[in-house]
């Protein structure tokens, strides 16, 4: 079914540079409707609140490890997985880019990895591995949680 207009911006946030953390790639999802409330997560359940302790800040931030963004039109705009990168040019879900060559992981030295730029890297067997796929989305991206495709 179909959301009505009111009900599809209640489920529409903003991703942001997070409230807590967002020098570590961290992010937080901000009411559209509803501007100084954020989707915060405390004592295992999820709630939708203002954000405005450093307790309630910390609760609305997210490492993010897939996330879809869609336009007004709710058509994918950025496709999966990627929406954010680092300033070392790692996307938001493998922040630890390897000193010395083009690999950016997961966790530090683990986990899944990506190659910002495969073809150029210093150490030719690392030329093949997968290319790291970051979206650049203007204006401001949002996530939405609803149905619509």
Known sequence: CRLNPTHKK???????????????????????????????HTGGNLMISAADTLASQQEASWRLTTVEVRNELGTNVCGNPFVAKHANDCPVWASHRYPGNNRCFEFIWGGTSCNVDPENDPLSFQRNDRRCTVYECAPRPRVCLDDDT
């Open 10 to 40: 209640d489920s529409t946030f903003w991703i942001e540079p997070a409230l807590y953390g967002a020098n570590l790639g961290y992010v937080s999802f901000r009411s559209y409707n509803f501007p100084t409330f954020y989707i915060r």
